[in-house]
């Protein structure tokens, strides 16, 4: 897995964790820098990039080399 998908990766678990404990009334975001912050701005933005990152590498449109490689055999083949 390339660097820049393995940071997108962590940034996905971050934002899915601020989802989940979303819905019990706590955005540990808004809690940490405040509702509406610059740096809170930055980091959904950071977040939705990351979405972005691993939609491009779900649908093949990214070329770097990890990705080019054959799966593992834990991992289904394409057909």
């Not at 093949?60 to 593992?72: N, R, T, V």
Request: proline letters at 4%; glycine letters at 10%; hydrophobic letters at 50%.
């Amino acid at each position: 897995m390339c660097m820049l998908r393995r940071i997108a990766s962590v940034f996905l678990v971050i934002g899915g964790l601020n989802w989940a404990l979303t819905s019990f009334g706590w955005n540990v975001v808004d809690m940490i820098f405040g509702a509406g912050s610059i740096i809170g701005n930055i980091i959904y933005w950071i977040v939705g990039l990351s979405a972005l990152i691993e939609i491009s590498h779900w649908i093949g449109l990214c070329k770097c080399d990890c990705c080019k490689a054959p799966m593992s055999p834990s991992m289904p083949m394409k057909k």
